[in-house]
């Protein structure tokens, strides 16, 4: 199974700052990496899918990219809202399992 | 709009059974494939089992291999997993999710139920 491993575990922002969260995977992935927002009692709520397309809604100030093995996550200036755990997800290998990351905790 | 509403979870024994049901709206349920994926408590995400739109395909992660059953009824709009010899491991929230492309199956999802929980022990 592929590992993907996110980094840091915590980050310490401010709003209006800019945050930039890694994932890293254990084998490549090409193109096929998601990233989702998850905030405090509620399901996860997908941002981004295959490295760089924002899913339906999601503002503009998401954007991901990379490629292979290492992806990362931008938010461009941090809105009051953003303050989340964000996760990756592959599905390079399919019908193998699908995995997500540890998380990433984007905090005040 | 989309809804995905998990009921089903609970308290249960270890060795114990327990259904959970994912009812749907708001959009043509048989077109989609669907998903069960979990988190145990303040962990992260487990990905556990898929079903396409017809429900011909299934495909399940180790962890749901054997004691898992992944199904899904079209008339009812209603999603379903079968959990036998349940562990203590097992005690998560238990959330349902649609796939976003449909009947191509992207295995990425765009809208998740609630989740409900299922909690494992004596």
């Known amino acids: 199974e592929i590992v993907l491993t996110q980094s840091p575990v915590t980050l310490s922002l401010s709003p209006g700052e800019r945050a930039t969260l890694s994932c890293r995977a254990s084998q490549s992935v090409s193109s096929y990496l998601a990233w989702y927002q998850q905030k405090p009692g509620q399901a996860p709520r997908l941002l981004i899918y295959d490295v760089s397309n924002r899913a339906t809604g999601i503002p503009a100030r998401f954007s991901g990219s990379g490629s292979g093995t290492d992806f990362t996550l931008t938010i461009s200036s941090l809105e009051p809202e953003d303050f989340a755990v964000y996760y990756c997800?592959?599905?390079?290998?399919?019908?193998?399992?699908?995995?997500f990351g540890g998380g990433t905790k984007v905090e005040l | 709009q989309v809804q995905l509403v998990e009921s089903g979870g609970g308290l249960v024994k270890p060795g114990g059974s327990l259904r959970l049901s994912c009812a749907a709206s708001g959009f043509k349920f048989s077109d989609y494939y669907m998903t069960w994926i979990r988190q145990p408590p303040g962990k992260g995400l487990e990905w556990l089992s898929y079903i396409s739109g017809s429900g011909s395909f299934t495909n399940n992660a180790d962890a749901a291999k054997g004691r898992f059953t992944i199904s899904r009824d079209n008339a009812k709009k209603s999603l379903y997993l079968e959990m036998n010899s349940l562990r203590g491991e097992d005690t998560a929230v238990y959330y349902c999710?649609?796939?976003?492309?449909?009947?191509?199956?992207?295995?990425?999802?765009?809208?998740w139920g609630q989740g409900t929980l299922v909690t494992v022990s004596s």
């Open positions: 997800q592959q599905r390079s290998n399919w019908p193998l399992p699908l995995t």
């Open positions: 999710a649609r796939d976003r492309g449909g009947n191509s199956g992207t295995y990425y999802f765009d809208y």
